[in-house]
């Protein structure tokens, strides 16, 4: 990758890119920022991402679509998560999956995380920041993790992170490339192939509810249906309303 900037130590990757853009010092077109070591790593629902220094691969690829809408943005999850399961099924780990809406797991253990941040001018995305951490070569997790995994413990083997992250950031590449020409629905077959829990019974929080659900959908702005498997409801619930339950897990740290 051209427009690639590395840094041995930032707060975190998503911020510095977003900085770049608001300071106009970003590359021109897309670019990528990458760390060996994150101060501040940002998750999801505000959390924290910690990983230790030069260990696993953190970055955020910066999109300008050429015309996206803004609506369709859920593709863009689409795209990078199925990247990362690609790559990782290239590596040789099985049981490969995307829980919804994109994280990376081997199993029940997580593996990968993402925070989409996008930018919207009018009806369209000006440019989304896509940050993204995948576990290498960390074998040790902190225990207040509740399933962590890394590529490490699934092969057995150690990885060079520079060869790790040119062959990411090739497929990524690639598919962001394709959400221009690819078919809405076709992508979302290839996501749904993926997706963790479609049809299984598992376990699900919603506000206080715990409650045995099956995933029945997931509609192209990214909304999930899940089906209550005693009351056979089905309700439609947007990122952050509905969350799976992970059941306890063996510690793999070795
Ligand atoms: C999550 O699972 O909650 C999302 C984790 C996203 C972590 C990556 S690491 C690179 C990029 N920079 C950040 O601060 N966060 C993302």
Not at 158 to 178: A, H
Not at 190 to 200: A, F, I, P, T
């Amino acid at each position: 990758m051209d427009n690639e900037i590395r840094y041995s130590i930032i707060d975190s990757t998503n911020n510095e890119a977003q900085r770049q853009i608001q300071n106009g010092v970003a590359p021109k077109g897309d670019f990528v920022i990458r760390a060996d070591f994150q101060t501040d790593g940002r998750g999801q629902r505000g959390n924290t991402w910690h990983s230790p220094n030069a260990t696993n691969l953190m970055f955020s690829y910066v999109y300008f679509p050429v015309k996206l809408e803004a609506r369709h943005q859920f593709m863009l999850s689409q795209a990078a998560a199925l990247s990362v399961a690609e790559y990782l099924k290239g590596k040789g780990v099985n049981d490969v999956s995307i829980k919804w809406p994109n994280d990376i797991y081997v199993g029940m253990k997580k593996i990968c995380g993402m925070l989409i941040e996008n930018t919207v001018s009018g009806h369209y995305i000006r440019y989304s920041i896509i940050g993204i951490g995948v576990n290498i070569n960390q074998t040790q997790f902190p225990e207040n993790l509740p399933n962590p995994t890394s590529l490490t413990i699934h092969t057995g083997k150690q990885y060079n992170l520079d060869e790790e992250f040119s062959t990411i950031i090739e497929i990524l590449r690639q598919k962001i490339y394709d959400i221009s020409t690819t078919n809405a629905d076709s992508l979302m077959k290839k996501y749904k192939s993926v997706m963790l829990g479609l049809d299984k019974t598992l376990i699900y929080r919603s506000g206080g509810k715990v409650f045995k659900g099956i995933i029945r959908d997931v509609d192209h702005y990214g909304m999930l249906t899940v089906e209550d498997a005693e009351t056979h409801e089905a309700q439609q619930y947007a990122f952050n309303e509905v969350n799976l339950v992970i059941p306890e897990q063996p510690k793999e740290n070795i």
